[in-house]
């Protein structure tokens, strides 16, 4: 088998735009504080919008640009780790409302690194002969388990979806998705948990920043390696939007001079298991890197799990 | 090592990682107040001190370095 490959992208945020001046309103905050801390200027809020919701939207403009219909597609992953909703899932409502007919439907919880997770997942399905066409997303109401009293975190996350088209790659075709390097460290998992009812996103900053500067670019580094791609050969990274100062300190360790890097946190805030999909979507749409260029998504936090794996850009 | 050199060694690291003065640190400076070293940068100091001195400063010993001298002391003890 090949392997497969992104053939498009699509995503979704809700209309309602909210400031660091708009939090500065509720909590004690600034605007000069969340820029130079994690370098947010906006984030999108649900309102009426489910995780659901949000993951339709994005997958339907997915597969509207992908050249397929609902009736090719035959395995639905959803990455989140906000759905309220437990059952059905998010990943059999997003069949529903997009008319695709009898998938193998499944949520994947990760948190932030739930994207790769899940794009590798369909990967492996498609691999195996198990599925075909597959809709992978990342979909996130951040906003319904926020703590909206506690300013270190509310003024970080945003509401968002982003989602994949992933078919077979033609025989004699280089595969467009590349070896995942996965992994957690559940002995500090609850550094940053969602645990609970009402459960809230709790975390201890200092030690997952640490975490994340200093142990991820070598996991990083180690999926360029197992695609064979050199990391001046990247054409872009995409790396979950945490932070704007994790994702400098990854990419000053990573040493990789030739890559657009993804800074959607600027507009969007940190969106979980949205955050790749939403970015790399933008890039594409953006024209801002090459169809076929190598480009390393790296998915990191809640839990605390990683994934990254090497893609060609859709 | 003597506390001049690691005091030293901490000014070369402070300038680089959040572009403090290195003629303001001195042993009774606290990081946050008086240097303006905000939380993230604190664990990047941290993180390169690691490296340049050897030594370990595990995460829940970090809040405890208040003072330059504090994160002296430190060093010189577990270097």
Known sequence: MAGSRILSMGHYQPSRLVTNDDLAAIVDTNDEWIRDRVGIVTRRIAEGETVADMAASAAGKALAASGLTAADIDMVVVATCSSIDRCPNVASRVASKLGIAAPAAMDVNTACSGFSYALSTADHAIRAGAAHNAIVIGAEKLSDITDWSDRSTCVLFGDAAGAAVVTAAPDGEEPGIGPVVWGSAPEKGDVLKIEGWQPYIQQEGQTVFRWATTMLAPLARQACERAGVALEDLAAFVPHQANARIIDGIVKRLGIPNAVIAKDIVESGNTSAASVPLALSKLVERREVPSGAPVLLFGFGGGLTYAGQVIRCP | ?79
């Open chain 2, 1 to 79: 090592m003597t506390r001049d050199e690691i005091i030293a060694g901490l000014a070369e690291i402070l300038e680089e990682v959040a572009g403090v003065n290195p003629d303001d640190v001195a042993e009774e400076k606290s990081f946050t107040d008086e240097l303006d070293v905000d939380s993230l940068s604190m664990v990047e100091v941290v993180v390169a001190a690691e490296e340049k001195f050897g030594v370990k400063i595990p995460d829940n010993e970090v809040q405890n370095l208040k003072t330059v001298g504090d994160a002296v002391s430190y060093i010189e003890s577990n270097a």
